[in-house]
């Protein structure tokens, strides 16, 4: 089969030809229709991301959708013919989706939503799952919250800001003056993070007392803005980003909480990888109601092209999520 594979950390990305893999006990062989790019793959591929603890030669890509073609012993939820999608390897020694088969993991797959095209449902799992499991795992957002997600026009905080709100959330999310319009289309009240300081926002916004949930999706400073735009006693902020040295004081003086969010533990441990599949069901119901929409790039790249779409990421140029359609 045809991929695209990474020989070395910092070379370039070779399409290549390799063996079709065979599904073993518990997987499933996805004939990989559209394969989602995220930031992290351009670091995995600058050799930027230790954490991933990838294994060379890799072939990169989280996130797939795609067709199960065949399923080893043992799986039961899965058929030939089924339409799925998932966040199934590119990290550590599982292969990724940029190629045309990939021997994954049952558990970590769902049934793609009917009403989601094979490059909308491959632009979702990453983000949703950092989403879900912040929000719903970690903060137990429910009806009645003041939410702010920042960064909300970004990948994660697009689908945190639509969960939040599914949910039962008032959400209110920052932003570039650039990326004010996308975020006042998803429903969100509008923070423009470069004219309003967060004191001021929180006063606007909450009558001084704070927001019950932040979610930082941007890290760095802005996490630190977080500390002090959570509600006193009861807030919660989470992080997908939490590196770096914080202090914590701003929070600990609010008698606030904190949880950091690192998503690809499931895959990189073998432990709670039930969990991601479930997820990726309430992300397939969400969006069969009609209360879930990726936004996806217009651009189209193929396994040829993937060079150019992970150097679009890497610009932040891209218009929403940056898709390779691996089936041409």
């Given at each position: 089969?045809?991929?695209?594979?990474?020989?070395?950390?910092?070379?370039?990305?070779?399409?290549?030809?390799?063996?079709?893999?065979?599904?073993?006990?518990?997987?499933?062989?996805?004939?990989?229709?559209?394969?989602?790019?995220?930031?992290?793959?351009?670091?995995?591929?600058?050799?930027?991301?230790?954490?991933?603890?990838?294994?060379?030669?890799?072939?990169?890509?989280?996130?797939?959708?795609?067709?199960?073609?065949?399923?080893?012993?043992?799986?039961?939820?899965?058929?030939?013919?089924?339409?799925?999608?998932?966040?199934?390897?590119?990290?550590?020694?599982?292969?990724?989706?940029?190629?045309?088969?990939?021997?994954?993991?049952?558990?970590?797959?769902?049934?793609?939503?009917?009403?989601?095209?094979?490059?909308?449902?491959?632009?979702?799992?990453?983000?949703f799952i950092t989403a879900w499991e912040g929000l719903v795992d970690r903060a137990r957002v429910h009806t009645g919250q003041k939410?702010?997600?920042?960064?909300?026009?970004?990948?994660?905080?697009?689908?945190?800001?639509?969960?939040?709100?599914?949910?039962?959330a008032q959400v209110y999310a920052t932003g570039s003056p650039r990326s004010l319009e996308t975020i006042a289309r998803l429903g969100?009240?509008?923070?423009?993070?470069?004219?309003?300081?967060?004191?001021?926002?929180?006063?606007?916004?909450?009558?001084?007392?704070?927001?019950?949930?932040?979610?930082?999706?941007?890290?760095?400073?802005?996490?630190?803005?977080?500390?002090?735009?959570?509600?006193?006693?009861?807030?919660?902020?989470?992080?997908?980003?939490?590196?770096?040295?914080?202090?914590?004081?701003?929070?600990?003086?609010?008698?606030?909480?904190?949880?950091?969010?690192?998503?690809?533990?499931?895959?990189?441990?073998?432990?709670?990888?039930?969990?991601?599949?479930?997820?990726?069901?309430?992300?397939?119901?969400?969006?069969?109601?009609?209360?879930?929409?990726?936004?996806?790039?217009?651009?189209?790249?193929?396994?040829?092209?993937?060079?150019?779409?992970?150097?679009?990421?890497?610009?932040?140029?891209?218009?929403?999520?940056?898709?390779?359609?691996?089936?041409?």
């Amino acid at each position: 089969m045809r991929a695209v594979v990474l020989e070395e950390f910092g070379a370039p990305l070779t399409l290549s030809e390799i063996a079709k893999p065979t599904p073993g006990p518990g997987q499933a062989l996805v004939r990989i229709a559209a394969s989602g790019v995220n930031p992290l793959d351009t670091k995995i591929r600058a050799g930027k991301a230790d954490h991933t603890r990838s294994v060379l030669p890799a072939v990169l890509g989280l996130d797939l959708a795609g067709v199960v073609e065949e399923v080893g012993a043992d799986v039961t939820g899965f058929a030939p013919g089924d339409e799925v999608f998932g966040m199934t390897g590119g990290v550590g020694d599982l292969q990724g989706s940029l190629a045309e088969y990939a021997a994954v993991d049952a558990r970590l797959l769902a049934r793609k939503p009917p009403g989601l095209t094979m490059r909308q449902a491959a632009a979702l799992p990453l983000v949703f799952i950092t989403a879900w499991e912040g929000l719903v795992d970690r903060a137990r957002v429910h009806t009645g919250q003041k939410v702010l997600v920042h960064g909300g026009a970004g990948g994660i905080g697009h689908v945190a800001v639509q969960l939040a709100q599914a949910r039962g959330a008032q959400v209110y999310a920052t932003g570039s003056p650039r990326s004010l319009e996308t975020i006042a289309r998803l429903g969100a009240k509008v923070i423009d993070y470069t004219s309003t300081s967060a004191e001021a926002y929180v006063a606007e916004h909450t009558g001084g007392q704070g927001f019950d949930i932040v979610y930082d999706t941007v890290g760095g400073e802005t996490l630190d803005a977080s500390f002090t735009a959570a509600r006193t006693y009861t807030g919660h902020v989470v992080s997908a980003l939490g590196w770096g040295t914080h202090s914590l004081a701003p929070l600990s003086f609010r008698g606030a909480t904190y949880s950091g969010v690192f998503t690809l533990l499931p895959m990189l441990t073998g432990r709670g990888r039930e969990h991601h599949g479930e997820i990726m069901r309430q992300a397939a119901a969400l969006a069969e109601a009609g209360a879930l929409a990726p936004r996806v790039d217009p651009r189209h790249f193929t396994l040829a092209t993937v060079a150019v779409a992970h150097e679009l990421v890497e610009r932040g140029e891209a218009d929403g999520k940056v898709v390779v359609d691996v089936a041409e």
